[in-house]
């Protein structure tokens, strides 16, 4: 039976876009999955390499998956963008995530705690009120 190795997970507001390949680069999952679905989904997944685009959201996701036993891996959008193979959309972006993810030259976002969230929207809500214009 064949198994999911590697998952490109493109994250947004309300509807995910999952992309999976097996070891030979085979595509055995392409489904869009609504937020409230995204964890039922990942537990009946064997656990394999995630890879999500680095974004506020994503240290979340990063935190879920991890809990319930992935390896998620988290890049800037941009690293990913010269994967993009068709025009762009939800699809190929969770596409050319799965496929960067891979990459042995890649680079990866360090996942975040929530209290290293909370203490940057702190920094930069402070920023915001010390370099306005008076």
Same mark, same amino acid.
């Given at each position: 039976?064949?198994?999911?190795?590697?998952?490109?997970?493109?994250?947004?507001?309300?509807?995910?876009?999952?992309?999976?390949?097996?070891?030979?680069?085979?595509?055995?999952?392409?489904?869009?999955?609504?937020?409230?679905?995204?964890? &039922?989904?990942?537990?009946? %997944? +064997?656990?394999?390499?995630?890879?999500?685009?680095? /974004?506020?959201?994503? $240290?979340?996701?990063?935190?879920?998956?991890?809990?319930?036993?992935?390896?998620?891996?988290?890049?800037?959008?941009?690293?990913?963008?010269?994967?993009?193979?068709?025009?762009?959309?939800?699809?190929?972006?969770?596409?050319?995530?799965?496929?960067?993810?891979?990459? &042995?030259?890649?680079?990866? %976002? +360090?996942?975040?705690?929530?209290?290293?969230?909370? /203490?940057?929207?702190? $920094?930069?809500?402070?920023?915001?009120?010390?370099?306005?214009?008076?």
């Amino acid at each position: 039976m064949l198994t999911v190795t590697t998952i490109g997970l493109d994250i947004a507001k309300s509807v995910f876009q999952v992309h999976g390949v097996d070891t030979a680069g085979q595509v055995l999952v392409r489904r869009q999955l609504k937020r409230r679905h995204v964890l &039922a989904f990942f537990q009946k %997944v +064997p656990p394999c390499l995630v890879g999500i685009g680095a /974004c506020a959201s994503s $240290h979340y996701w990063s935190r879920e998956l991890q809990a319930i036993g992935h390896i998620v891996r988290l890049m800037p959008p941009a690293y990913a963008k010269p994967y993009v193979k068709r025009p762009k959309n939800d699809a190929t972006d969770a596409e050319a995530i799965c496929e960067a993810v891979t990459r &042995a030259n890649m680079r990866f %976002v +360090p996942t975040k705690t929530p209290e290293q969230q909370s /203490c940057l929207m702190l $920094h930069r809500t402070r920023h915001l009120f010390t370099s306005r214009p008076r």
